[in-house]
């Protein structure tokens, strides 16, 4: 067992490489697009309903009402963003009940390439909402003094979003390794359903907390709003 995807490498043509990271990170997403191709198809308006339509409807309902609870007023603007962030986490935590499958998050350019999508969402929804000038006046309070250390807790929180979910799925990764070499049989599988759970627990976290900087960019400045 690998301690990141990145190590498993199923073909490798000079400097392309095809490693496990990307091999199962493709297949999450073909299983989700075929998933949601399959349940979408025949969707019904009235009181019968399949259990494929109403699984969806809660899974979107209760995602819906998360993103509304941190403080977003127009929650289905950002149900498709946050959405498939959230739903993309947690199958690549469900993946691992099936042997020799390594999670995609276990690797930090994964982790990376979703902080990146956060950080440059949070700006475009925020000017979208409040406009330019609101969104970037933002930036000086409550001071201008203020300005750089705004613009580098921005930084920071796109790097401690990477590096939180890096850390914890690698962790889960190191520790059932150990285990599978020291510890009878029944060790690791306890602690491949731990990792499931923290799988779970951290697309949660990973999900509300671009919520909550969603939220924090769209907030409408009620000084600027009266000018």
């Known amino acids: 067992m690998n301690l990141s995807p990145d190590q498993a490498v199923f073909w490798q043509w000079g400097v392309i490489k ?33 259990r494929w339509q109403n699984s969806l409807e809660m899974i979107v309902i ?17 149900l498709g963003f946050i959405g498939s962030l959230f739903l993309f986490l947690v199958t690549a935590s469900l993946f ?15 982790t990376v390439a979703l902080a990146l999508c956060v950080f440059i969402a949070v700006p475009v929804y925020g000017i979208q909402k409040r406009g330019l000038k609101a969104y970037l006046y933002a930036y000086t309070q409550p001071t201008l003094m203020m300005l750089p250390f705004n613009i580098i807790s921005e930084l920071s929180r796109t790097l401690a979003l990477a590096i939180r979910l890096f850390g ?60």
Do not use: C
Not at 96 to 108: A, D, K, N, Q, W
């Open 62 to 78: 209760g995602i819906n009402k998360q993103i509304a609870e941190v403080g977003i007023t127009d929650s289905r603007d950002y």
């Open 96 to 110: 691992t009940v099936f042997p020799f499958y390594e999670p995609p998050t276990g690797s930090l350019s994964t």
């Open 18 to 50: 095809l490693n496990a990271t990307i091999a199962y990170t493709w297949l999450i997403m073909l299983v989700l697009v075929i998933v949601s191709i399959l349940v979408t198809q025949h969707l019904a308006t009235g009181l019968t309903r399949s």
């Open 168 to 227: 914890n799925m690698m962790s889960g990764a190191m520790i059932l390794a150990i285990l599978l070499i020291i510890t009878p049989f029944i060790f690791p599988i306890v602690m491949s359903v731990l990792g499931l759970l923290t799988g779970m627990v951290q697309a949660y976290i990973f999900s509300v907390l671009t919520a909550a900087y969603i939220a924090a960019a769209t907030r409408t400045n009620k000084k600027l709003a009266t000018t």
